[in-house]
Every structure is written in C-alpha cells, then in structure tokens.
Nanobody, 122 residues
Framework: VQLQAFGGGLVQAGGSLRLSCAAS????????MGWFRQAPGKEREFVAA?????GSTYYADYRFTSSRDNAKNTVYLQMNGLKPEDTAVYYC???????????????????WGQGTQVTVSS
C-alpha cells in the first residue's frame, strides 16, 4: 500500500484545513487508518484513527475529525479551530490489524505516507 497525504498548508489560527490521504496499490477498505503528526524537535504523536468501515474512531483532540471514502480509497482529516501548536508534518498510516484501543500506537501501522506540512500562524 502506498499512501500520500496532501492538503496541508499555511493557515491562520482559528482556521480549518482538510487533509486527504490517498492510497494506491491496494484497496484500504479492510485497513484501519491513522493520522499522526510530528512537530520540529518533538516525537511523532497520535492524532486520530478510524476503523476500516468508518464506524469507530479515536481522537487525541476533538477539534479534529477523521472520515473515509473507501470507494475513493481515501481518508480525510478535518481540522478545525487550528492553533499554532498544531504546526507539524501530518502523516497518514494504514494498519491491517483488527480494530482495537492500541490503534493509537505507531507500531500498529504497517504503511506510512510521506506527510504534509501544516503551519498555523498566530
């Protein structure tokens, strides 16, 4: 599975962005999908996860919402009320494992995209 995250950019504090993660090479309809981010000088951290059918989700912050369109092989991350501390590179990841609470952990994911930069100005 190849993943490509896009949709990042520069936004003012309080604004919104929607990131997309497009998959190729294999359908992701049976994969749980996760979003993580890494700010400069910090470790990568969990942002959101969504089950294969979209029926279950986990979030680190409820300003963010994940959704998916399996017909388009694409997952989305809607980010609202953005803050300067949300500035980071955002990554999407895919896991073939059954949905569980540990989907917040990086080691549950087998495939990773390249990331897209989100910069929030104050």
């Amino acid at each position: 599975v190849q993943l490509q995250a896009f949709g990042g950019g520069l936004v003012q504090a309080g604004g919104s962005l929607r990131l997309s993660c497009a998959a190729s090479g294999r359908t992701i309809s049976s994969y749980a999908m996760g979003w993580f981010r890494q700010a400069p000088g910090k470790e990568r951290e969990f942002v959101a996860a969504i089950s294969s059918n979209g029926g279950s989700t986990y979030y680190a912050d409820y300003r963010f919402t994940s959704s998916r369109d399996n017909a388009k092989n694409t997952v989305y991350l809607q980010m609202n009320g953005l803050k300067p501390e949300d500035t980071a590179v955002y990554y999407c990841a895919a896991s073939p494992r059954p949905w569980k609470a540990t989907m917040k952990r990086e080691n549950e994911y087998y495939y990773w995209g390249q990331g897209t930069q989100v910069t929030v100005s104050s």
